[in-house]
């Protein structure tokens, strides 16, 4: 079954660091871009970027270019998204997705909770 | 950028009628746009890709159409698990369209 599975939810203070994981199996991990999609609370669905994980090369929307970073490590088949320092505005649900023609397969979502 | 516009945002509909969702690109896109349907809690799910090729395993009675600047979503007969929000995406720079919801009448 392809599948992508996503770290579990986070609840961190502004100014704090963290990275979220997304794990694929199923296919080869390395033959499909990776998307990243932000949802804030009540609203749609935002592309923030994606990664190739065959090579790394990277994409960023122009509206999170600076303010996150995607990275995967092929040789475990998992993609990441990482903050270096939090806001309360990135609090959110965070999903991945396999691209292929479109957004075809859907991580889980991770939870990300910003509060002081 | 090429931004992506959906119309109606909201609309109320019954149970076996015929609905349309209208998605507008600000510049041509020839048929690179996917559409998506959401339902609260969950993950979004691919319907429709390259305008009107129709997902493995999504129920017929969706279809899409469209090119250049302006797609359409039709769901010929709408089903109780159909209610929810549906989103249009081009599929150059991956952008969203900001979404319809599709409330029970």
């Known amino acids: 079954e392809v599948q992508l599975v996503q770290s579990g939810a986070e609840v961190k203070k502004p100014g704090e660091s963290l990275k979220i994981s997304c794990k694929g199996s199923?296919?080869?991990?390395?033959?499909?871009?990776i998307g990243w999609v932000r949802q804030m609370p009540g609203k749609g669905l935002e592309w923030m970027g994606i990664i190739y994980p065959g090579d790394s090369d990277t994409r960023y929307s122009p509206s999170f270019q600076g303010q996150v970073t995607i990275s995967a490590d092929k040789s475990i088949s998992t993609a990441y998204l990482q903050w270096s320092s939090l806001k309360a505005s990135d609090t959110a649900m965070y999903y991945c997705?396999?691209?292929?023609?479109?957004?075809?397969?859907w991580g889980q979502g991770t939870m990300v909770t910003v509060s002081s | 950028d090429i931004q992506l516009t959906q119309s109606p945002s909201f609309l109320s509909a019954s149970v076996g009628d015929r609905v349309t969702i209208t998605c507008r690109a600000s510049q041509g896109i020839s048929s690179y746009l996917a559409w998506y349907q959401q339902k609260p809690g969950k993950a979004p799910k691919l319907l429709i890709y390259?305008?009107?090729t129709l997902q493995s395993g999504v129920p017929s009675r969706f279809s899409g159409s469209g090119s250049g600047t302006e797609f359409t979503l039709t769901i010929s007969s709408l089903q109780p698990e159909d209610f929810a929000t549906y989103y249009c995406q081009q599929l150059n720079s991956y952008a969203f369209g900001p979404g319809t919801k599709v409330d029970i009448k």
């Open positions: 199923g296919y080869s991990f390395t033959s499909y871009w």
């Open positions: 390259a305008a009107s």
């Open positions: 997705a396999r691209v292929k023609d479109a957004f075809d397969i």
